[in-house]
């Protein structure tokens, strides 16, 4: 099977933009979560679709959303970028009722 | 709210020596997930411990969780370059929760 993809892959965005991530999951998972990496606050936690719902949201501000569409890709959107949200953005895929993350490569944002 | 704290952040070892890496949570967890990210790389699942006193191996890698729940090790036994990368405890109060919560992790640096 192939794994998650995720695209793009390095983005370089200045401040007060928006961006849009994607993320394509493992045929036939259909929970897709999303995770913030930085060096200062680890990995952190977004949200969790499931079957095109948020089940699951992260302490992060409403500038930070996301969707899922009916064939379980995923999106999520950052507004009025800061300098802060640059990161490494990872999307993770798993079945339904199990814990098992398989995390795609994950998207380099730069904000300038 | 779950408190995880993961001990110690850095761990600089000869190959061949041995490493051991701790997750200690503040409340009983229904489960724990370890997870291993190679530098430049995305986490990648290693193994989940569900039981009481649990016990796995995986060739030179032990895990076991605590009789209390609470906490969780693993240790690499005569470690190889290899085994570089950062190790990240993903502990879970809530079987069937998809909102995983991150320990800091341990980076593990080799010295040949």
């Known amino acids: 099977k192939a794994g998650v993809t995720q695209t793009p892959r390095y983005l370089i965005k200045t401040r007060g933009q928006q961006v849009t991530l994607s993320c394509s999951p493992i045929?036939?998972?259909?929970?897709v979560s999303w995770y913030q990496q930085t060096p200062g606050q680890g990995l952190q936690f977004l949200f969790e679709?499931?079957?095109?719902?948020?089940?699951n949201k992260g302490n992060f501000p409403g500038r930070f959303s996301g969707r899922q569409f009916s064939n379980s890709r995923s999106e999520m959107n950052v507004s009025t970028l800061e300098l802060g949200d640059s990161a490494l953005y990872l999307c993770?895929?798993?079945?339904?009722?199990?814990?098992?993350?398989?995390f795609g490569p994950g998207t380099r944002l730069t904000v300038t | 709210g779950q408190q995880v704290m993961q001990i110690p952040q850095y761990q600089h070892v000869q190959e061949g020596e041995d490493f051991t890496t701790y997750c200690n949570s503040s409340?009983?967890?229904?489960?724990i997930q370890w997870y291993k990210q190679r530098p430049g790389g995305h986490p990648v699942f290693l193994i989940q411990?569900?039981?009481?006193?649990e016990v796995k191996k995986q060739k030179r890698l032990t895990f076991q969780f605590g009789e209390a729940k609470k906490n969780s090790s693993l240790h690499i036994t005569a470690t190889q370059t290899t085994d570089v990368g950062t190790y990240f405890c993903?502990?879970?109060?809530?079987?069937?929760?998809?909102?995983?919560?991150f320990g800091t992790g341990t980076r593990l640096t080799i010295i040949p």
């Open positions: 411990l569900v039981k009481s006193g």
């Open positions: 993903a502990p879970s109060t809530n079987f069937g929760n998809e909102k995983l919560t």
């Open positions: 409340t009983t967890l229904s489960n």
């Open positions: 045929s036939g998972h259909r929970s």
């Open positions: 679709y499931f079957s095109e719902t948020q089940r």
């Open positions: 993770a895929s798993s079945l339904l009722g199990t814990l098992e993350q398989y």
